[in-house]
């Protein structure tokens, strides 16, 4: 019982630590790819190769004064951040980072939990991810935040119904909702490949919504500087604003994560029992290749902010209520007819 | 053991919360609150192993719905200030009736903790039981209500339009 306590504790605060440094080098790679792609050097002054701005940004942050507005409602507007870096920390629970680690005959497995509800909870947590925008931007007070919010909550409903169904015509396929067996369906051999292979529309769909949901460009309306001050946050300083950008930083930590273990494979390489490597040795790679997957997702969030230019409101909305939807409906009816045939010719 | 004080504590929550939504003053705060309850419920149903429900409670009453009833809070900007007044006899009604109310609850739990209740799957809340319950025993009623879901939707966007052509 004390051993299994200390064992998981270990493992929240391991994967919460690096949720945290990812998130914080995030902000770098972001930094140094802007740079790159729009022909500049980036930050190059804090160490080599500006390898420390992150913890230059954390410091200044935290120096800079704190301004709550007068009018506001204290406790809300304190709350606000704190649940929109809750909810982005909550998801990593139930992510397989690993397959089990043997240490002297007992078996560690490398998910916090692998509850059978998997996918629902990650639903139910960007579900409450609403309030942390919605909170803070009602309880600033300022016309702004609120249009702010209330954009950034009507936009992430939207793309959360489409990312539901897209995920569906996934767990329709693969019989399961926990991520752990997801994952471990999509293991090499036998040409049996990744999800994507099988759900491409469904991946295509899930992607956008990520983007939409992590508030990323193209989908960065509800902090529209041209149009909304700063959005939600327009009324927050110091760390809270910083626990606010963190956040999305994380959630696209996590977000990669989910991708990487619905759609490709999570922690599965190719060829991973056929090399003859010792099972721990497989696990540590199959981390690795995990994190391999999730830094090519965020890349390519980084890679489409810089790219694409942002959608008109009205434009975002008809692509997920007139286009993803009707679409990721389809998707579902195509899947269970395919699984049917199937089932029913044996191919 | 340990599963008894959560649920003490939860059901604490719970009521807690509950009563806030009523007692507060401000909507905001009172919709919160609510949200606050939801959980607590929801939390519950895990205790109960039913953990579907409480997976899909989150989602829809907590994320999606209550989200809807902020929107329109926030959008009304309801205050102290703006509060209709309510005439004495209307409160005096409200009294007696949910006076009326408590007796009968009252009336009705009395002598309910000596029925022994049947002790039924204690996994039949589990989504691989509930699926096969929902799909196997009840696919009629599940269908209709389905049904039911599409008639309120359609009629939804029926009173949203603007003009119908």
Redesign the interface.
Known sequence: MISFLIYKTILVIVIFAVSLVVAMYSTYGERKIAAFMQDRIGPNRAGPFGILQPLADGVKMFMKEEIIPDVS?KA?FILGPCIAMLTACMTGVVIPWGDAITIGGEKYSLQITD???GV??M??V???G??GV??GG?ASNNKFS?LG??RA??QM?SY?VAMGLSIIALVMMTGT?SLKEITEQQAGGNWNMWNVVYQPVGFLIFLICAFAETNRTPFDLPECETELVGGYHTEYSSMKLGFYLFAEYINMFISSAVIATLYFGGYNFPFMHDLGLSENLITILGVVALFAKIFFFIFLYMWVRWTVPRFRYDQLMNLGWKILIPLSIGNIMLTGLITLLRQKYHF | MMIKYIFYFLAFVSVFSALMVVVSKNPVHCVLYLIMCFFSIAGHYVLLNAQFLAAVHVIVYAGAIMVLFLFVIMLLNLNTQSEPHKSTWLKFAAAITSGLLLVILVGTLKGSETMVMPVGNPNAGLIKNLGNTLFKDFLLPFEVSSILFLVAMVGAVMLGKKEIK
């Open positions: 409602n809300l509850i059978n509800i629902l909870y639903f139910g960007l579900s409450i609403v309030y919605m909170i009602w609120l919010a209330i909550s009507s409903i959360e909702i």
